[in-house]
Each structure stands twice: as C-alpha cells, then as structure tokens.
C-alpha cells in the first residue's frame, strides 16, 4: 500500500523519519555492498516518490523546494539510496513536458501506484547524448530496440526503464520499457568505490519490442525554454549536500565520543582543543552556504515554472549550477574532515567512516563542475544564457 502525501511539510516530515531509518544501517550495507531493497521499498510506500505528480493526475505537485529538501534529508541518511530515485524523478518531469494525454495518465498512476522508474542512459565511447548508439526502429505498428547503457542507477529496483535512445530520424526519444520484457537485461556489475550499493550497472537491449504508446519525443524538450536539465542537477546539489552534512555530522559525534585532544592544547577533552572548534566552525558554515544555496536554487525553479520563459530557465539553471559547484567543494572537505579532526583511530576500516568522502568522490563526478563555473561566469560577466540540454 502507498500512502499519499499531500503537503510539503508532510513530505519533509516523511523524509526525515526515513533518513534516521535509513542512517541506522547504511555504514554495514555499504561495507557489505548490500542492496537497499527493503528501505527502498519503504520509500515508495511512503508516498515520496510520487510527489511531483500533477495535482491533476492525483499527485501532490510540490515545489522543487520541498522535493530538493526531501532528498537533501534521504542523502544525509544514506546517499546511495537518496542516488536511486534520482532519474525517476527526471523522468516523471520528462512526461509532465513532452508525454501526452493518455502517456501522462497512464504512467502517472504506475507512479501513484508504487512503480519506480530506473534509467538506461549514458553510453561508453560517447560525449553527449546525440552520439549515442541506441537505436529504435520501425517493425511494423511497433518499434523494436537494440542498444547497451551503462551507470543504469535504479534500473536493477525498476518497475519500468527510461531508455535514452534516436529513432530513425535521428532524434532523441525516451521508451519505457517493462523490466520484465523479453530482451532485457539488466547486470548488476557496477563495482565503484563509493555509492557501492545504487547498482549503477549496465542495462543491456536486444530486439526490445516497444509500443509506439510508450515512446515520448525528448527531442522537443530542447526546443524552448525548459528545466529538464536543471531539475536534474538539483537533484545532485542535493545529494552532495546531504553527505555533507552527514558527514560532518558523524564527525563531530565521533569527537565528542572517542577522539582525544592533542597534546599541544592543554585541554581535557577534544571537544574544548580551539584548533577543533575553529576547524568545526569553518565547515558548519560551508555545510550552511551549501544547504542555503540550494533552497535559493528551489526558489529559482519554481519562480520559472510558474512563469517559464528564455530568461527564467536561464536564472533557475544558473542558480542550480551555482548550489552545485559549491556542494562539491563542501561534501569533500567534509568527507576528509573526518580523518582530520577525528583522528587516527577514525582510519579504523570497520568503522567504515571513508564511506562519505568515497560517496561524495563518486557522485561528483557527474557533470564535472568547472564547466558549470564556466557558464556562470559567462552570464555574470557577458550575459550569455547557459546552452539547453540536461547537463545544466
């Protein structure tokens, strides 16, 4: 059963409830590489998943405040399972833009129903997303799809998969394929050094045969002003800063319980060493400027959603890249402060502490920020919009 959440402030509740679920195992999952099947089963029954569903469809259509604090709050309890849900979100935005009619009612319901939606997106050898080698072709009153993807996070836990791939024309579309259909397969090979347990393996297609129904044209989305792109990396920003704040977090509860001060501060406890304060101050407020420019970020997507023209999808993409390239920064540091301010003993392998700077190492590695520093500057300095595809 999936209960139905209908505010914002119920949405936030729900999530933080999870989180501190979730945060319980999360060290022991990520070190034994077990898979959240259970927690992330309790996520889809508590209703969170489907809360950018249109008011008219059912859903509760939150704002982008409240779904960035949603899993700012499930990242700090664990980012891997806070990571899975990420391109189902994308893609419920993807119908909401480009589905039609009957797409958007049908695909809606699976989602207030509690199917999740994976992804089978990037391509090895490629550089962007019209290089891809994906292919669906025409068969008749169906179309047939043959391809490979790889870092499919949540295709392994998916009741349906997003395939990124070009038709015939040589345009971008997206087909939700059933994981159960015949010629799909999906390989839990992703062996990464952080985010172990989001299964971000490959999807392998062979003669999937998909019904014209369930093919939307993603092309189009880049055609005007959208937020696709930003949508999406919010999500990101939201991830990173939610290990940030774990991080720092498990860090300084490891301080107060274990560490010892250093001899040179003359103290009886490391909680009183001043270097330690001053260095625990110094991240509280990186750890705060990130959290803060991430609901300017929300603020700026739902300021252009309500009114969405060239210049606010401009605004909202620049405010989300700018929460992001900062998260980055901020989840690091607050990933290697553990070791710094701990202590030796915090290097301990079956505490398990490494595991939010390793987190934070592999998730960043999405869409690498300079570029995002790059096109803030150009539209501080000169104006210039940031280009429209899903990177920004």
């Known amino acids: 059963m999936v209960a139905t959440i209908s505010s914002a402030d119920e949405a936030i509740r729900t999530a933080a409830a999870l989180s501190a679920h979730f945060a319980e195992g999360a060290a022991e999952r990520d070190a034994r590489r077990q898979l959240p099947r259970a927690e992330l089963d309790a996520l889809t029954a508590s209703g969170l998943l489907a809360i950018t569903v249109p008011a008219e469809h059912g859903g509760a259509d939150l704002p982008w405040t409240a779904v960035l604090e949603v899993f700012r709050l499930l990242a700090a309890g664990d980012s891997n399972i806070a990571h899975i849900p990420q391109n189902h979100f994308a893609y419920v935005n993807v119908l909401r833009d480009r589905g039609d009619a009957d797409q958007r009612k049908f695909f809606f319901a699976e989602v207030l129903a509690g199917r999740r939606f994976g992804n089978a997106q990037s391509e090895r050898g490629t550089r962007h997303a019209q290089d891809y080698q994906t292919r669906l072709r025409r068969d008749g009153g169906w179309f047939v799809l043959d391809g490979v993807k790889h870092y499919a996070t949540g295709a392994l836990f998916a ?114 060493d001043p270097l330690t304060i001053q260095r625990f101050g110094e991240l509280e407020v990186q750890v705060r400027a990130a959290e803060s420019l991430l609901r300017t970020a929300g ?47 915090a290097a301990a392998e079956g505490l398990n502490l490494h595991r939010h700077w390793r987190n934070a190492r592999t998730h960043t590695l999405h869409d690498p920020v300079r570029w995002k520093v790059q096109h803030i500057g150009q539209y501080a300095l000169n104006g210039t919009a940031p280009p429209r595809h899903g990177l920004i």
């Not at 490959?202 to 189009?220: I, K, Q, Y």
């Not at 930003?230 to 720092?248: K, M």
């Not at 603020?299 to 909202?316: F, I, N, R, V, W």
């Not at 989840?331 to 710094?340: D, I, K, M, N, W």
């Open 299 to 345: 603020t700026a997507l739902d300021d252009a959603a309500g009114e969405l023209t060239d210049s606010s999808a401009a605004a909202a993409s620049i405010a989300v890249a700018t929460a992001k390239a900062f998260a980055e920064p901020t989840a690091l540091a607050a990933g290697s402060a553990v070791f710094e301010l701990s202590g030796t003993r």
């Open 159 to 272: 009741h349906w998969i997003p395939v990124l791939a070009k038709d015939e024309d040589d345009r971008l579309v997206v087909a939700f394929i059933p994981s159960d259909a015949p010629g799909l397969r999906v390989l839990d090979d992703w062996d990464g050094m952080g985010q172990r347990t989001t299964a971000s393996g490959t999807v392998e297609l062979t003669g999937v045969m998909v019904p014209p129904e369930h093919v939307v044209p993603h092309h189009l989305t880049f055609t005007g002003p959208q937020l696709h792109g930003a949508r999406a990396q919010a999500i990101h920003a939201a991830i990173d800063v939610g290990i940030a704040r774990a991080a720092l977090d498990e860090t300084a509860e490891f301080v107060r319980r274990h560490s010892r001060p250093w001899a040179e501060a003359r103290v009886e406890r490391a909680t009183d």
